[in-house]
């Protein structure tokens, strides 16, 4: 089974299409059918994030019907005030989705349908903790084989909706000979929102770089599964890393709170995931370290993806460590800096080979 935390950069033959190649495609014909719907032709809007950030960034806009704005506005009037009496309010909304397809994210060999469930909805608000967002609620689309235990699914994404605050209010299920798992999250910034959502454009050269814990417990947990190793006392907490991953919620919070300049989840490995932040900045890299879990190797830290850890920039280093250790969060860890040269990536001084994830159609 191919997965995307095996280590291995995807493959295809020659006329494949490469996921990245598709999305942009996709991405210049959704924003064509939407520009008609905005008055200036700016798509997205100004303050918007579409296609290409680790969740969408939109503008809602709330307002009152004619019957609640006459109530209102009669109601202003008794009392002698000038203000006007109804405003449409403005709001930004996050939104993210994400896939487990059975094969290619989870080997169900390897574990249960409460941990499919779990995972399949952990993913997902991972995208918006990589924005230093909360997720609120969510809609899961489930299709399965016949026999498929959905109570079991359900328990699975039940626990992960406790853990994360998260409200599942709906979605949907189709038969399918292969299991399949859609789920959507929608969510905004608590607390003090003097700082909007990061994102991964907002790295700049000069900025430190950091991760929010060691690298490579998903592959490794993948590996000591396949090979009968995991029921040993020494890796229960590698099996755990691929089974049930843990969105770093209150991590991308206390990030963007801390004026954090971008981000990004490490779920296609980070050689993949710093050149999607470093190409959305227009930024280099140099990474000086490389934290390896306990039990990985420095392969599966490099390329093993689905570690669902945080990748920050920020220009305020002290700021970060300080609000860290502020929220006793396990301090975040350095691993190189922005460099002003594009296309620039180096890991110890040498040429950081490609690898990690890519889908290929």
């Not at 806009?61 to 006007?84: F, L, P, S």
């Not at 924005?131 to 609620?137: L, R």
């Not at 971008?262 to 990474?287: F, P, T």
Request: charged share 20%; hydrophobic share 40%; glycine share 14%.
């Amino acid at each position: 089974m191919h997965s995307p935390n095996s280590g291995a950069p995807g493959t295809g033959p020659e006329n494949a299409v490469d996921e990245f190649d598709a999305i942009e495609r996709l991405r210049a014909r959704f924003e064509a059918a939407a520009r008609g719907q905005y008055p200036d032709g700016e798509v997205p809007p100004f303050g918007d994030t579409w296609i290409g950030d680790d969740a969408a960034v939109v503008t809602t806009r709330a307002a009152t019907t004619d019957d609640q704005a006459k109530r209102q506005a009669n109601q202003a009037n008794r009392a002698g005030t000038q203000e006007e009496a109804v405003r449409p309010s403005t709001a930004q909304a996050l939104l993210a989705t994400d896939l487990i397809v059975e094969g290619v994210h989870v080997d169900l060999e390897l574990c249960s349908l409460e941990d499919v469930g779990y995972k399949a909805l952990m993913v997902t608000v991972s995208d918006l903790a990589a924005m230093g967002a909360w997720p609120e609620y969510a809609l899961v689309s489930i299709a399965g084989p016949r026999g498929t235990d959905f109570d079991q699914l359900g328990a699975g994404l039940a626990a992960a909706a406790a853990e994360t605050e998260c409200v599942v209010v709906g979605g949907d299920l189709s038969q399918s000979p292969t299991l399949v798992i859609s789920t959507a999250a929608f969510g905004g910034l608590r607390g003090d929102t003097g700082h909007g959502p990061l994102l991964r454009s907002g790295a700049s050269a000069g900025d430190f770089l950091f991760v929010t814990g060691p690298l490579g417990g998903s592959a490794a947990g993948l590996r000591l599964l396949r090979s009968g190793l995991a029921g040993s006392q020494a890796t229960p907490a590698l099996a755990r890393a691929y089974r049930r991953p843990r969105a770093r919620l209150r991590q991308g919070e206390v990030a963007r709170r801390a004026g954090a300049s971008g981000a990004i989840d490490i779920s296609d490995g980070l050689a993949a995931d710093i050149g999607h932040l470093a190409r959305a900045s227009g930024v280099g890299m140099a990474l000086d370290r490389l934290p390896v879990i306990d039990g990985a190797t420095r392969d599966e830290a490099l390329n093993g993806g689905e570690e669902y850890e945080l990748l920050i920039a920020t220009g305020e280093p002290e700021r970060l460590v300080g609000a860290f250790e502020a929220e006793e969060l396990r301090p975040p860890i350095p691993i190189g800096v922005c460099v002003a040269q594009l296309g620039q990536a180096t890991l110890e001084g040498r040429p950081l080979p490609p690898g990690g994830w890519r889908h290929q159609f």
